[in-house]
């Protein structure tokens, strides 16, 4: 029987004993520990370490720290358990260094139960901040985390990027020796009497009461409300005088669990499940008890929209769910339930199964086999998987929304393809290649892998160039290659987020179902003519689940080759398996070539986080789930590196910055050879630290430079080794190539380690891809202005080709802001042979605020509710109204926002393409959700309530920023923003806008509509503050200015923030802002 050391934050909590009760249920022993904040008896005994209280946050961290200090010998002693389990975080705290004690040489799993987030935890306050880094820390030590709601991995852990351990759901399912007892009898529905409301639990909720007591005063004869359980007066210190002043709220004191559930349910029409204790946070978030109480009971519950709680109801349609958190709302919603409304309701609470509520036996034992690996069943221990919380969520089948893996064996699968169905054939395979401007190489890679498809038989194969925007004819080639495969199936695809991760995961969704290997191939590189069959073979004989390939550099010009020898030698690969062609053998790592289809999915596929080392990063979940990695020795491929030292320098960099990322991630230690890479950077440090002091006179500190110098002398010895080797007197500049590539790779490395994990990012890699939700069919308008723009006829012809999901149809309105009608026969001459109806506006005069006023007055007097912006010179894809529409139908957002990107023209300054200037990419908070919105790329629902009515400010009609301030207006009455990374834009730049002068006077302005907005929120102390804090940043860009005085790039980067932050202290201190509409139609907008 498997042991379970239960650490517990409250061993008076009666959902706690539930808890144990379900572990013994599932054939655990439970040794329990904890705290206690009562005074009663317990169910039985337990080890007792303290007392704490709630609300006393200090308290309770010294008890912690005093446990920790000097360990309770109980726990320490008796037989050692096959998991520790911890519920909440301050026995998290006791559990991690308890674990160590305990563990000796075997492993001892640590399970961290999470059945609520505090609302400390959240948010960028100090406090905030330092919880979570303690949390973060601890959970570096955790190997499974528990949760209640699906809610709490999307929206917190990988929000803040807290726990990478896999996931389980865990319901707040009624548990019950016998379930059928705790139903009540026949309930009157026919509402001869007023509707009576139950409340129960804990009761905290100031808002639920205040809102519950000015309902029954506002409806006395036709509601009444039931509240049972233990108010929290220290957060409603009134409760009961609101009680004793309204005889409609009855009050009948704390009940017994589950004993009394038939009796305080069975006097109830509906069940209360608003909650707004922590708003915001967890109240949006949780799955309480009361839902699954009111769904076994029959209850018909009442929900908040927006919130974990009110997706349920809705998914089911078997309750009542509020608009928003008022008591109008909850009086208009009431006063339409009828006898009919509820019977329905029941009727449909009767048709879902009894175990959606209830916690079988069998789920009992499946929650232990999980936690321990101990189980009565026999044959081997399926392998613990997780799934993606994606942002794309599919409002009819809310659980499948980003999901934990659920102890019911409920795991989301991959998207099913319309592609292929029914087993996957022995050798079919899914061929990627990612692209991004290879049109000199993607052709080869095309034409060397057609062939060897083909050899594999009729339908046993696909390519897929997962493109991420080409600007140089990457996509036309494969286009013409394409339509020239007849044999063979050839598809491009638009991989929003260019990164090569992610269009390899949006290709295995798409045309992955049918296929049983997935190859991935670079266009980067040449492949022997039988390396497909090779790599299966590989895989056929050694039983690997992925096949891996040495790769050898190969280089053209002088430059170029010994870039390739050094990376081909050891002083510039320090001796890395897959850089370096030998025998065949199983290994951690190697360069991504054939792997099984499902194995790639059940990980989760590739971090599409990950710019770099995404490769490294798959492998090692590759390994920890058990699977074996072979490098084969039969083929390889041929590798084009970088041909300059800068674009090398970048690339090292990136990969140092890669590892840093994985190693944080997974929480291991690095390498000997890493370890070397990563002390350069620090050594350099030093070095450059003694040679200013020992000049300076203590000559001592000369010494600091000898590690640094012992690091560049084996490069330049290397260097000529491999140049004796070679024979060739240029190869001597391998040894300070080497150097350029490990000192790159370590700045890489401190750079990402310093600056931490992006609150925004996580970890995506956990599931399957997320599948997007299905767009309600109906009309959607999509809303142009334009000025003096003839491009704008190529923005309309892109409208003209995009894919529509089944039922939706859009109307074009493009309004016109000049004097005269310019655009006017250019749209009508486009609207004659346009499939889409399209109308032309004349909205004069130079002010965009008004063209968007009749845009948005346009929708409304037609009924339509899902109005789309773009400008007038940007170009759509085929699937962006459709990314939109999907994202907006996941029900958690009210608009929607995609990136733009630039297209540039060939002579436009390499630093602008480089670092991507002009591209729009919206800024994400701590949750994930844009903190601004913007009219170049949005879709918004005009229906909801913070929308309704807004209007775009004439007052920054020719200034710019009528979006900004729209959007943050709508933000701040409550809507919710969401970001649809696929939904893209492009957007050609003209060359008078590369200009730095155009590009700081639109950052000058952009900073100006961030200081109103400042300026309009804050009071006096604040605006002291947003003073001082402008100035320190303007101060940091003239610093960054000067250090970066020779790097291009980085020193007109920082002049340019300096610009919009300047921008944002002159409209602080009240200045008049910079018009940029209205004028010159080359540089306006």
Same mark, same amino acid.
């Given at each position: 029987?498997?042991?379970?050391?239960?650490?517990?934050? %409250?061993?008076?909590?009666?959902?706690?004993?539930?808890?144990?009760?379900?572990?013994?249920?599932?054939?655990?022993?439970?040794?329990?520990?904890?705290?206690?904040?009562?005074?009663?008896?317990?169910?039985?005994?337990?080890?007792?370490?303290?007392?704490?209280?709630?609300?006393?946050?200090?308290?309770?961290?010294?008890?912690?720290?005093? $446990?920790?200090?000097?360990?309770?010998?109980?726990?320490?002693?008796?037989?050692?358990?096959?998991?520790?389990?911890?519920?909440?975080?301050?026995?998290?705290?006791?559990?991690?260094?308890?674990?160590?004690?305990?563990?000796?040489?075997?492993?001892?799993?640590?399970?961290?139960?999470?059945?609520?987030?505090?609302?400390?935890?959240?948010?960028?306050?100090?406090?905030?901040?330092?919880?979570?880094?303690?949390?973060?820390?601890?959970?570096?030590?955790?190997?499974?985390?528990?949760?209640?709601?699906?809610?709490?991995?999307?929206?917190?852990?990988?929000?803040?990027?807290?726990?990478?351990?896999?996931?389980?759901?865990?319901?707040?399912?009624?548990?019950?020796?016998?379930?059928?007892?705790?139903?009540?009898?026949?309930?009157?529905?026919?509402?001869?009497?007023?509707?009576?409301?139950?409340?129960?639990?804990?009761?905290?909720?100031?808002?639920?009461?205040?809102? !519950?007591?000015?309902?029954?005063?506002?409806?006395?004869?036709?509601?009444?409300?039931?509240?049972?359980?233990?108010?929290?007066?220290?957060?409603?210190?009134?409760?009961?005088?609101?009680?004793?002043? $309204?005889?409609?709220?009855?009050?009948?004191?704390?009940?017994?669990?589950?004993?009394?559930?038939?009796?305080?349910?069975?006097?109830?029409?509906?069940?209360?499940?608003?909650?707004?204790?922590?708003?915001?946070?967890?109240?949006?978030?949780?799955?309480?008890?009361?839902?699954?109480?009111?769904?076994?009971?029959?209850?018909?519950?009442?929900?908040?929209?927006?919130?974990?709680?009110?997706?349920?109801?809705?998914?089911?349609?078997?309750?009542?769910? !509020?608009?928003?958190?008022?008591?109008?709302?909850?009086?208009?919603?009431?006063?339409?339930? #009828?006898?009919?409304?509820?019977?329905?309701?029941?009727?449909?609470?009767?048709?879902?199964?009894?175990?959606?509520?209830?916690?079988?036996?069998?789920?009992?034992?499946?929650?232990?086999?999980?936690? #321990?690996?101990?189980?009565?069943?026999?044959?081997?221990?399926?392998?613990?998987?997780?799934?993606?919380?994606?942002?794309?969520?599919?409002?009819?089948?809310?659980?499948?929304?980003?999901?934990?893996?659920?102890?019911?064996?409920?795991?989301?699968?991959?998207?099913?393809?319309?592609?292929?169905?029914?087993?996957?054939?022995?050798?079919?395979?899914?061929?990627?290649?990612?692209?991004? %401007?290879?049109?000199?190489?993607? =052709?080869?890679?095309?034409?060397?892998?057609?062939?060897?498809?083909?050899?594999?038989?009729?339908?046993?194969?696909? !390519?897929?160039?997962?493109?991420?925007?080409?600007?140089?004819?990457?996509?036309?080639?494969?286009? =013409?290659?394409?339509?020239?495969?007849?044999?063979?199936?050839?598809?491009?695809?638009?991989?929003?987020?260019?990164?090569?991760?992610?269009?390899? %995961?949006?290709?295995?969704?798409?045309?992955?179902?049918?296929?049983?290997?997935?190859?991935?191939?670079?266009?980067?590189?040449?492949?022997? @003519?039988?390396?497909?069959?090779?790599?299966?073979?590989?895989?056929?004989?050694?039983?690997?689940?992925?096949?891996?390939?040495?790769?050898?550099?190969?280089?053209?010009?002088?430059?170029?080759?010994?870039?390739?020898?050094?990376?081909?030698?050891?002083?510039?690969?320090?001796?890395?398996?897959?850089?370096?062609?030998?025998?065949?053998?199983?290994?951690?790592?190697?360069?991504?070539?054939?792997?099984?289809?499902?194995?790639?999915?059940?990980?989760?596929?590739?971090?599409?986080?990950?710019?770099?080392?995404?490769?490294?990063?798959?492998?090692?979940?590759?390994?920890?789930?058990?699977?074996?990695?072979?490098?084969?020795?039969?083929?390889?491929?041929?590798?084009?590196?970088?041909?300059?030292?800068?674009?090398?320098?970048?690339?090292?960099?990136?990969?140092?910055?890669?590892?840093?990322?994985?190693?944080?991630?997974?929480?291991?230690?690095?390498?000997?050879?890493?370890?070397?890479?990563?002390?350069?950077?620090?050594?350099?440090?030093?070095?450059?630290?003694?040679?200013?002091?020992?000049?300076?006179?203590?000559?001592?500190?000369?010494?600091?430079?000898?590690?640094?110098?012992?690091?560049?002398?084996?490069?330049?010895?290397?260097?000529?080794?491999?140049?004796?080797?070679?024979?060739?007197?240029?190869?001597?500049?391998?040894?300070?190539?080497?150097?350029?590539?490990?000192?790159?790779?370590?700045?890489?490395?401190?750079?990402?380690?310093?600056?931490?994990?992006?609150?925004?990012?996580?970890?995506?890699?956990?599931?399957?891809?997320?599948?997007?939700?299905?767009?309600?069919?109906?009309?959607? !308008?999509?809303?142009?202005?334009?000025?003096?723009?003839?491009?704008?006829?190529?923005?309309?012809?892109?409208?003209?080709?995009?894919?529509?999901?089944?039922?939706?149809?859009?109307?074009?309105?493009?309004?016109?802001?000049?004097?005269?009608?310019?655009?006017?026969?250019?749209?009508?001459?486009?609207?004659?042979?346009?499939?889409?109806?399209?109308?032309?506006?004349?909205?004069?005069?130079? $002010?965009? =605020?008004?063209?968007?006023?009749?845009?948005?007055?346009?929708?409304?007097?037609?009924?339509?509710?899902?109005?789309?912006?773009?400008?007038?010179?940007?170009?759509?894809?085929?699937?962006?109204?459709?990314?939109?529409?999907?994202?907006?139908?996941?029900?958690?957002?009210?608009?929607?926002?995609?990136?733009?990107?630039?297209?540039?023209?060939?002579?436009?300054?390499?630093?602008?393409?480089?670092?991507?200037?002009?591209?729009?990419?919206?800024?994400?908070?701590?949750?994930?959700?844009?903190?601004?919105?913007?009219?170049?790329?949005?879709?918004? @629902?005009?229906?909801?309530?913070?929308?309704?009515?807004?209007?775009?400010?004439?007052?920054?009609?020719?200034?710019?920023?009528? @979006?900004?301030?729209?959007?943050?207006?709508?933000?701040?009455?409550?809507?919710?923003?969401?970001?649809?990374?696929?939904?893209?834009?492009?957007?050609?730049?003209?060359?008078?806008?590369?200009?730095?002068?155009?590009?700081?006077?639109?950052?000058?302005?952009?900073?100006?509509?961030?200081?109103?907005?400042?300026?309009? =929120?804050?009071?006096?102390?604040?605006?002291?503050?947003?003073?001082?804090? #402008?100035?320190?940043?303007?101060?940091?860009?003239?610093?960054?200015?000067?250090?970066?005085?020779?790097?291009?790039?980085?020193?007109?980067?920082?002049?340019?923030?300096?610009?919009?932050?300047?921008?944002?202290? #002159?409209?602080?201190?009240?200045?008049?802002?910079?018009?940029?509409?209205?004028?010159?139609?080359?540089?306006?907008?």
């Amino acid at each position: 029987m498997p042991c379970i050391l239960y650490l517990v934050h %409250n061993l008076d909590d009666p959902a706690v004993w539930r808890r144990v009760e379900m572990l013994e249920a599932g054939g655990a022993e439970v040794r329990i520990a904890g705290f206690r904040r009562g005074s009663g008896s317990l169910p039985r005994p337990a080890i007792e370490l303290g007392r704490t209280a709630n609300a006393r946050m200090a308290q309770r961290v010294a008890v912690v720290l005093r $446990n920790r200090l000097a360990m309770n010998p109980t726990l320490l002693t008796g037989p050692r358990p096959d998991v520790i389990m911890a519920r909440n975080l301050e026995v998290l705290a006791l559990a991690a260094p308890l674990r160590k004690r305990l563990a000796g040489r075997r492993p001892l799993p640590l399970v961290y139960e999470v059945l609520d987030i505090h609302g400390m935890m959240i948010g960028e306050g100090v406090r905030a901040r330092m919880m979570r880094r303690v949390e973060r820390r601890l959970c570096r030590e955790v190997d499974r985390l528990i949760v209640s709601s699906p809610a709490f991995v999307e929206n917190y852990f990988l929000t803040y990027g807290q726990c990478d351990a896999p996931v389980s759901l865990v319901e707040n399912k009624v548990w019950a020796a016998n379930p059928d007892a705790l139903i009540p009898g026949p309930r009157d529905t026919s509402l001869t009497r007023p509707i009576r409301i139950g409340w129960f639990g804990v009761l905290r909720c100031r808002f639920s009461l205040h809102c !519950l007591d000015a309902v029954t005063r506002a409806m006395p004869e036709q509601v009444t409300v039931s509240l049972r359980g233990r108010p929290a007066l220290d957060e409603i210190p009134d409760f009961h005088s609101i009680i004793d002043a $309204n005889p409609q709220l009855e009050f009948g004191g704390p009940y017994a669990y589950p004993a009394d559930l038939p009796d305080i349910y069975g006097d109830v029409d509906l069940a209360w499940l608003v909650d707004r204790y922590e708003a915001g946070a967890n109240s949006e978030w949780l799955l309480p008890n009361r839902l699954y109480e009111s769904g076994l009971t029959g209850v018909p519950p009442i929900g908040l929209n927006g919130t974990e709680i009110g997706h349920r109801i809705e998914r089911d349609d078997i309750g009542l769910v !509020l608009a928003s958190a008022t008591s109008e709302a909850t009086v208009k919603i009431l006063r339409n339930v #009828t006898a009919e409304t509820l019977q329905a309701l029941q009727r449909r609470h009767q048709a879902i199964p009894r175990d959606a509520w209830v916690a079988s036996e069998a789920e009992c034992r499946e929650l232990v086999r999980v936690l #321990t690996g101990h189980s009565a069943a026999t044959g081997p221990r399926p392998k613990p998987q997780t799934a993606e919380v994606g942002q794309d969520a599919q409002p009819s089948d809310r659980d499948n929304r980003g999901r934990a893996a659920t102890i019911a064996g409920n795991l989301t699968t991959a998207p099913a393809d319309a592609h292929g169905s029914g087993e996957p054939g022995t050798e079919s395979v899914l061929v990627v290649v990612p692209t991004y %401007n290879e049109v000199d190489h993607i =052709s080869g890679v095309i034409d060397e892998i057609l062939p060897q498809i083909r050899r594999l038989g009729s339908g046993k194969g696909r !390519l897929v160039i997962a493109d991420g925007g080409s600007t140089d004819g990457t996509q036309a080639v494969v286009e =013409s290659r394409a339509s020239a495969a007849t044999e063979t199936e050839v598809h491009l695809i638009h991989n929003s987020e260019r990164l090569q991760g992610a269009g390899v %995961n949006l290709a295995v969704a798409r045309f992955g179902e049918g296929m049983k290997w997935l190859l991935r191939m670079d266009a980067h590189a040449g492949y022997p @003519d039988d390396y497909l069959e090779k790599l299966l073979e590989d895989a056929e004989d050694t039983g690997a689940d992925c096949v891996v390939v040495a790769m050898t550099a190969v280089g053209e010009t002088a430059l170029h080759r010994v870039i390739a020898v050094t990376q081909n030698s050891p002083i510039g690969n320090g001796g890395s398996a897959h850089r370096k062609a030998g025998k065949g053998a199983f290994v951690d790592h190697g360069h991504h070539a054939l792997m099984r289809l499902e194995i790639f999915r059940s990980v989760g596929g590739y971090d599409k986080t990950f710019s770099h080392n995404e490769d490294a990063e798959l492998d090692l979940r590759i390994g920890q789930a058990g699977h074996r990695i072979w490098l084969s020795g039969r083929t390889g491929l041929n590798y084009v590196p970088r041909r300059t030292l800068s674009a090398l320098g970048r690339q090292y960099f990136n990969f140092g910055r890669g590892r840093a990322r994985t190693l944080a991630k997974h929480r291991v230690r690095p390498r000997l050879r890493q370890l070397a890479m990563i002390s350069l950077a620090p050594a350099v440090g030093f070095a450059l630290a003694g040679l200013i002091v020992g000049a300076a006179g203590a000559e001592a500190a000369y010494l600091l430079a000898i590690p640094a110098s012992l690091w560049l002398a084996a490069c330049l010895v290397g260097g000529a080794v491999v140049a004796a080797s070679c024979k060739d007197f240029s190869v001597l500049l391998a040894g300070p190539i080497a150097a350029l590539m490990h000192f790159s790779w370590s700045i890489g490395y401190w750079q990402q380690t310093l600056a931490g994990p992006r609150p925004d990012t996580g970890s995506s890699a956990s599931a399957p891809l997320r599948q997007i939700a299905p767009a309600a069919p109906g009309p959607v !308008l999509v809303g142009i202005c334009t000025f003096c723009r003839p491009e704008i006829i190529d923005t309309l012809e892109s409208l003209e080709t995009q894919i529509l999901p089944e039922g939706v149809t859009i109307s074009i309105v493009v309004a016109d802001n000049e004097t005269s009608p310019a655009a006017k026969s250019l749209v009508e001459e486009f609207a004659a042979r346009s499939r889409h109806d399209v109308t032309y506006l004349h909205a004069p005069a130079r $002010n965009i =605020s008004i063209a968007r006023n009749a845009i948005l007055d346009t929708a409304m007097s037609r009924g339509i509710d899902r109005l789309a912006f773009l400008d007038d010179d940007e170009r759509s894809p085929e699937q962006w109204i459709s990314a939109l529409l999907s994202r907006l139908a996941g029900g958690d957002c009210d608009v929607v926002v995609g990136p733009v990107r630039a297209v540039y023209e060939p002579d436009a300054p390499a630093w602008m393409r480089r670092r991507r200037i002009h591209d729009t990419d919206p800024e994400l908070g701590p949750d994930g959700r844009p903190i601004a919105g913007h009219s170049c790329n949005v879709l918004m @629902d005009l229906s909801s309530p913070p929308i309704r009515g807004l209007r775009f400010d004439l007052a920054r009609g020719r200034t710019g920023g009528e @979006d900004t301030a729209f959007f943050e207006m709508a933000r701040r009455a409550g809507a919710r923003l969401a970001l649809s990374r696929e939904a893209v834009l492009y957007e050609r730049v003209p060359p008078e806008r590369t200009r730095l002068g155009w590009l700081l006077k639109r950052r000058f302005r952009m900073g100006q509509t961030h200081g109103g907005l400042l300026k309009e =929120s804050a009071d006096a102390v604040g605006l002291v503050r947003h003073f001082l804090v #402008t100035l320190l940043k303007i101060a940091w860009c003239m610093g960054a200015t000067a250090i970066f005085a020779f790097v291009e790039g980085r020193r007109k980067q920082a002049i340019l923030r300096g610009g919009l932050h300047i921008g944002v202290l #002159t409209a602080l201190a009240g200045y008049g802002t910079v018009e940029i509409y209205g004028g010159d139609p080359k540089t306006s907008g």
